[in-house]
């Protein structure tokens, strides 16, 4: 694969840029592979990246029923933070914020990481107890995250309303300096690059359609819409469509598909200086390159499969932003759209072996697993290719939800973004 450098770039700039190359194949399928990775979103490519990169196994390949990252890995607010309370969160999210902090030297391929700070607004006495409680434990796994009064808020981000007669007046926030954006699509597209270089077949319009099991219950293949495909090893990475995909295997999933939305504005000249997040108000607000607020909204109240969801939730979101934010009330709003978020009963993820033999599973990232891209596809290509967990995602099993050891961000942050 032909490197991205200073000397390629002027290169194809004197030739018309006719000289790139296609930036990943599109085999068919062959008979069989020694790994198959159900879903060619940002997590399911990394883990495939890592696999060839890390564990030398290449005889591997991405079954995408669509096209890649056209899951929620292209339909989500970038927000990358790793300030989680508990210590198994706090793990993998810092592991997955370290490899941020290369991945475009790693892959050859801008991600567009911003460490710009993620602040996140406190709104009431809960929110204060809450954020600070986040502040301490955050420092005693080493992980940056300090407490701003409401003028530090406003010192750090002025376009916050610190009127104090609002409805939801700010109290202080917590600031995470080391967080911050990364271009959604850029990832998935440097991942699968970086895979097809090294070997992996990314299959895209390819559906599974079933899971084939032997006679001693094992699984041992795929029945796509391009036929079928032997595995010696299957990683299910479907996010919102986890819960069908383990159904074909007979396995039964923890997990509820709920809509997610976002929304963009139309452009504007910098105005937005970092990410702020209000879990009180379920409002998410940042500014793009381009120009565009990323507003983030809140999950329908209902289960579904349908990528859009109710125009009241960003009805209400909006409300919200214009109260935090009275100079965006005159923007114009130019488009909205939704995911599938697969969400677990105590919001933290599920990475591991199945009571399937051969069968491995990546979900349960909900409403915020695009940070931990980088951090999933690391250790989940370690369970993959050792059969064993690697032990950051040691907690995070399936039989947690049958033993009682939750690791409950949902009673921790009431939100996952
Ligand atoms: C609106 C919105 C905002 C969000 N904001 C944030 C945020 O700010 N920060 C954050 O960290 N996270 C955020 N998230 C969550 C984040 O997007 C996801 O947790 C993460 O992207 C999941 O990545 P993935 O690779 O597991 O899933 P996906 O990118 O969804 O990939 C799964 C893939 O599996 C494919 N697939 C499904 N079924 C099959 C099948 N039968 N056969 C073949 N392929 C199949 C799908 O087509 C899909 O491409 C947000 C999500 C949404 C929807």
């Given at each position: 694969?032909?490197?991205f450098?200073?000397?390629?770039?002027?290169?194809?700039?004197?030739?018309?840029?006719?000289?790139?190359?296609?930036?990943?194949?599109?085999?068919d399928?062959?008979?069989?592979?020694?790994?198959?990775?159900?879903?060619?979103?940002?997590?399911?490519?990394?883990?495939?990246?890592?696999?060839?990169?890390?564990?030398?196994?290449?005889?591997?390949?991405?079954?995408?029923?669509?096209?890649?990252?056209?899951?929620?890995?292209?339909?989500?607010?970038?927000?990358?933070?790793?300030?989680?309370?508990?210590?198994?969160?706090?793990?993998?999210?810092?592991?997955?914020?370290?490899?941020?902090?290369?991945?475009?030297?790693?892959?050859?391929?801008?991600?567009?990481?911003?460490?710009?700070?993620?602040?996140?607004?406190?709104?009431?006495?809960?929110?204060?107890?809450s954020?600070?409680?986040?502040?301490?434990?955050?420092?005693?796994?080493?992980?940056?995250?300090?407490?701003?009064?409401?003028?530090?808020?406003?010192?750090?981000?002025?376009?916050?309303?610190?009127?104090?007669?609002?409805?939801?007046?700010?109290?202080?926030?917590?600031?995470?300096?080391?967080?911050?954006?990364a271009?959604?699509?850029?990832?998935?597209?440097?991942?699968?690059?970086?895979?097809?270089?090294?070997?992996?077949?990314?299959?895209?319009?390819?559906?599974?359609?079933?899971?084939?099991?032997?006679?001693?219950?094992?699984?041992?293949?795929?029945?796509?819409?391009?036929?079928?495909?032997?595995?010696?090893?299957?990683g299910?990475?479907?996010?919102?469509?986890?819960?069908?995909?383990?159904?074909?295997?007979?396995?039964?999933?923890?997990?509820?598909?709920?809509?997610?939305?976002?929304?963009?504005?139309?452009?504007?000249?910098?105005c937005?200086?970092?990410?702020?997040?209000s879990?009180?108000?379920?409002?998410?607000?940042s500014?793009?390159?381009?120009?565009?607020?990323?507003?983030?909204?809140?999950?329908?109240?209902?289960?579904?499969?349908?990528?859009?969801?109710g125009?009241?939730?960003?009805?209400?979101?909006?409300?919200?932003?214009?109260?935090?934010?009275?100079?965006?009330?005159?923007?114009?709003?130019?488009?909205?759209?939704?995911?599938?978020?697969?969400?677990?009963?105590d919001?933290?993820p599920?990475?591991?072996?199945?009571?399937?033999?051969?069968?491995?599973?990546?979900?349960?990232?909900?409403?915020?697993?695009?940070?931990?891209t980088?951090?999933?596809?690391?250790?989940?290509?370690h369970?993959?290719?050792?059969?064993?967990?690697h032990?950051?995602?040691?907690?995070?099993?399936?039989?947690?939800?049958?033993?009682?050891?939750?690791?409950?961000?949902?009673?921790?942050?009431?939100?996952?973004?």
């Open positions: 694969m032909r490197r450098s200073y000397r390629s770039l002027i290169s194809e700039a004197l030739n018309a840029h006719q000289g790139w190359q296609r930036q990943w194949r599109a085999p399928p062959k008979p069989s592979y020694d790994v198959v990775i159900v879903g060619g979103g940002g997590h399911g490519l990394a883990t495939a990246y890592y696999l060839a990169s890390q564990h030398g196994i290449t005889n591997v390949a991405v079954i995408e029923k669509g096209w890649i990252g056209g899951g929620n890995t292209g339909r989500n607010t970038t927000i990358i933070r790793s300030n989680y309370l508990y210590d198994e969160s706090a793990g993998i999210y810092e592991h997955a914020l370290k490899l941020w902090e290369g991945l475009s030297q790693e892959l050859n391929y801008n991600v567009m990481f911003s460490q710009r700070g993620v602040l996140m607004l406190a709104h009431n006495v809960h929110d204060v107890q954020f600070k409680r986040h502040v301490y434990a955050n420092r005693l796994n080493g992980i940056d995250n300090e407490w701003l009064s409401t003028e530090e808020c406003k010192a750090f981000c002025p376009p916050i309303n610190i009127s104090q007669d609002i409805r939801y007046p700010v109290m202080g926030g917590a600031l995470q300096r080391r967080a911050g954006t271009r959604h699509d850029a990832v998935a597209w440097g991942y699968a690059r970086g895979a097809d270089s090294r070997g992996v077949d990314i299959i895209q319009n390819c559906e599974v359609k079933g899971i084939r099991r032997d006679a001693s219950g094992a699984a041992v293949g795929v029945e796509t819409t391009r036929g079928y495909i032997g595995a010696k090893r299957i299910v990475v479907a996010a919102g469509n986890t819960s069908v995909v383990m159904q074909m295997a007979g396995v039964r999933m923890p997990l509820e598909s709920y809509p997610l939305q976002a929304l963009v504005s139309e452009p504007v000249k910098p937005f200086p970092c990410v702020v997040m879990n009180a108000v379920h409002a998410y607000l500014q793009s390159d381009k120009g565009e607020l990323v507003i983030g909204a809140g999950t329908d109240q209902y289960v579904s499969y349908s990528q859009q969801g125009l009241h939730i960003t009805n209400h979101t909006l409300d919200a932003i214009c109260e935090m934010f009275p100079q965006f009330t005159r923007m114009k709003m130019l488009r909205s759209w939704g995911g599938v978020v697969d969400v677990t009963p919001r933290s599920i990475i591991g072996k199945t009571p399937v033999e051969n069968l491995f599973v990546n979900c349960g990232w909900g409403t915020g697993g695009f940070k931990a980088p951090g999933s596809g690391h250790v989940f290509a369970t993959l290719a050792t059969g064993e967990p032990e950051i995602n040691a907690p995070f099993t399936l039989d947690r939800f049958r033993t009682g050891r939750l690791i409950d961000e949902a009673a921790a942050a009431a939100v996952a973004h």
